[in-house]
């Protein structure tokens, strides 16, 4: 009888001092990311990629991550795969990454489509996803910790300054009715619904047309006639890159004025609009402003201008990845895999889940605050309305002019 | 006679129950589930693709139209009905073989303008479950989470099922009077149809059979992969993979389309896993250089040379 | 809106008329079909970028050198696939595999060349402002395609109603065979209808820029799938029927977009089955059903 207690005393002892001792700390802490070298994605997927491994090379050369877990600086690896816009490809890619190369963190590619076969195959295998830049509704839950979206806001609140300001100057100035143009899928339809929503609920600005369009289009003459003819003093145009382009350039050609035009990408990828678009087509027209393009105060991190700087020493001019938004997204989910590192108690994922999420509300950086929800959707980073105006000759400068708080300029309004 | 017809049925059911069941134990030896899974999907939709092919002359390139019909009569039962899975896959077979019925009509006409045709209609059913208009009903281009059927051995396993029959299907197509008087009819559709083969007939059973197959196919894709965009269910890609994967083998045969899948898909994940920056050029060299130099497919090289191939 | 919408259907429909000839003219003459006409057609539209950004040309200047480079380069691929290709079983099938992977060939090297990214030309080149026909406003960059596209349908019949060989390419598109056995350089007349018609997606290419905003190494699908809509709808294998398909294809887009927007991507491929069903000979005629 004695002995068997012993015994378990025994083994109590030993299991007690298995489960406090330290595994040896790893050699490297293994990232996997996917991206799109080529495909529909592969435009908004490569700046992201470029801005993540910008951010790994530096981590590295400074000796490596802070691993809290290990007490120490470990290298990381990164493992990257290329799933060519392909969501079968990414699918096994994603299950590549988790059962096979056994990453201690998984990044999802960029997108709401590339990002959303990541969902369930992370959820499944108990595998947080660092979700970049997927924003879709049906990713985040209650009962799936195993994701957050790190370096935008989801398209349900991401619009919000946008009617705020035409109800609240907008309405001011003389702003009574607007033209919604949207491509429908996820990410401008969710917006545009999201707008049209908020301008009923405000009631002060009138939709006086409201058209979605397939994504492929690639004219807008004809769209852009027939807003004229309901004569909206503002029109907002909601599309990928190639939809802002095509749209702004036909509404240059068209000759039609609006008193307020806005675009999502023309401030978001600025350099790249500008090259395709022309200065003259821009001035004026209003957009988000990224923080590639505004001066938040990091608290973590570089401040955009060293970034910007760092990007173009890495990749530049004439290599083929763009400055913009979706750059410093990369790097942002970067940082935000170094903090949670620096405070993860191990690198079990439910460990890091909660270093990720006890960085809410607290992370700044020059993507501005990082908040989660409880379901791990993004609601901080949301980013103030811009509006291009000339400076000088053929130049455009992306002022923010709402909300006031955050404003560097002061809108101007078409007559 | 009968010995050698007997023969050839035990040999090609044997050669698809190895498949089935090397599928059904790579499970629990590789890891990575999804890779053995897609593989399942393109060995069912090569094989789904060789009944309409194979045996009728006629090539579907959108064929994903089924998938994507099969994927989405799923979802809208699991997300309306709360039905559980397995009534989900039944819908998924009915949402395929009604588009299948519907499309009836492209079998009049012929080769590329088939092809093409089939192409055009896949497109639009992928037009129609976008448009946000429709949201209410497929969620438009917002697309579906299913997550309370999900369910990763169950699907995989019925996955492996769907394979299954559809090998057994191509066998006895191989072996049977009526796979016969199909080949008859792609070969010289007059002569057989002055045999007193009903060519209308042959052709409709063989068209809605594939159907049913890819919109099974689709279905339980929907099912194991479970979010996913109308993008993901009317990818392209899916259509040519399965086309390049049957040519590349060689269709009509049971082994064609298996080795097009195992070799073709299996070069994929490796090149994809260990040189992905020339993917894309490498997988469209390889099918360039397919086509010219083994435009019947890898048995040609049998044969052509007068021996059988399963 | 309606009378706009028409008007303005007709003039972008010209441009999809320039962007399937030359798909057409492959398809009539070889029975083939050139999956990767819509990449050619975006190789000319990164020549005529490349040679504005490296060069200053104009791209009027540019289409014309692209004319030349393209049918140089045509006719080698010509001989390097096409014989070969039609020499196998189901040549017509096989055609759609195997142009698929010179298209994955063409966007890979373009990719890795340059990146994925959108390139355009400033539309200063072409005149910015509306040019107001009957009371429509429209790009000028859209009367210069169409015009562009006008001339090149003119080039086209002259070249097969009015010249030596290409009285011989009207015989290749009657009867391969016969063809061959009257002693007809078949393979002679397909290559340089081959050229011609990756010269037309290199002409293409270079407005695109202007039409279609900018240029991406993966347009090439899409575009791809409109020019089958327009080439189908005008008679598959009757180059100018295309003129017709492009037409009709750009006036209902326009109709749809004003109309029934969201739903405009729907048109072209409901329209494609529908002709094929309900006339598939084409507008203009020629048998292709089968039993």
Known sequence: MRSKALLLGLLCAVAAQTARAQPPAPAEIKIGALYASSGPYASISMPVSAGFRLWVDQTNANGGAEVKAFGKKIPLKLIAYDDQSSTATAATLYNQLITRDHVDLLIADSGSVLTSVGVPIAKEHKQFLFDVSGTGAAFFTDDNPYVALMADPVSTIWPHYISDFLADDGAKAGIKTVAILFSTNDFTGTQAAALKGFFEKDGKVKVVYYQGVPTTTSNYTVLINNIAAVNPDAVLELGYVGNDIAFLRNLQDSGNQFRFVFSIYAGVEKEEIEKNVGASALTHIYTYVPPSNYEYVPEVGMTQKEFHAAWDKKYPPGSNVTFGANAVYGYMTGLVVERALATAKSLDQMDIHDAVFALSGKLKTLDGTFILRKDGAQIGEVTPLGQLQPEGKDALTLVAVYPPDMANGKAVIGK | MRNTRIRRIVLDTGIAAAVVIAMGVARGVYSNELMLFNFIIFLALAQGLNIIYGFTGYLPFGYVGFYGAGAYGFALVVMHLHAPALIGMAAAGVAALVLAVILLPLLRLSGAYFAIASMAAAQAVYEIVANPDLEDITKGPYGVSLADVFAPAFSYYTALAILAATLLLVVWLRNSRFGMSLQAIRDDSISAAMAGVSVVRGRTIAWLLSALIAGLVGGVFAWHISVFYPDTAFDLSVSIFATVFLLFGGATTLCGPLLGVFILYGIYNVIGIAVPQYFQFTYGALIVLLVLFLPNGLVSLLTSRGIRVP | ?291
């Not at chain 3, 209902?252 to 405009?264: G, I, P, R, V």
């Open chain 3, 1 to 291: 809106m309606l009378i706009g919408a028409i008007i303005a259907g007709i003039v972008f429909g010209l441009y999809y008329t320039l962007v399937g000839l030359g798909l057409n003219l492959v398809f009539g003459v070889m029975r083939i079909v050139n999956l990767a006409h819509g990449d050619f057609l975006m190789l000319g539209g990164i020549a005529a970028w490349w040679l504005f950004t490296t060069l200053g040309l104009h791209p009027l200047a540019s289409a014309g050198l692209v004319i030349v480079v393209f049918v140089l380069v045509g006719l080698p691929l010509y001989y390097l696939v096409v014989p070969r290709l039609l020499r196998s079983r189901d040549s017509e099938m096989l055609s759609l595999i195997l142009f698929f992977g010179l298209s994955q060939m063409i966007e890979a090297v373009t990719t890795i060349g340059l990146g994925a990214t959108e390139r355009s030309l400033p539309p200063r080149l072409l005149g910015v402002g509306p040019i107001i026909l009957f009371g429509t406003r429209l790009p000028k960059a859209w009367i210069f395609s169409a015009v562009a596209s006008a001339i090149a349908v003119l080039l086209v019949y002259l070249y097969l109603y009015r010249t030596r060989l290409g009285t011989l390419t009207r015989a290749v598109m009657v009867s391969r065979d016969e063809a061959l056995a009257t002693g007809i350089d078949v393979n002679f007349v397909s290559a340089v209808a081959f050229g011609i018609s990756i010269a037309l997606a290199g002409v293409a290419g270079v407005f695109a820029p202007f039409i279609l905003g900018s240029i991406t190494p993966n347009m090439g699908v899409a575009i791809n799938i409109t020019a089958f809509a327009v080439i189908v709808v005008g008679t598959l294998g009757n180059p100018l029927g295309t003129l017709l398909g492009g037409i009709i294809y750009g006036v209902s887009l326009m109709l749809m977009q004003t109309y029934l927007s969201s739903w405009a991507n729907l048109l072209p491929n409901l329209l494609l089955i529908a002709v094929l069903l309900v006339r598939p000979e084409g507008i203009l005629g020629r048998r292709v059903r089968r039993a």
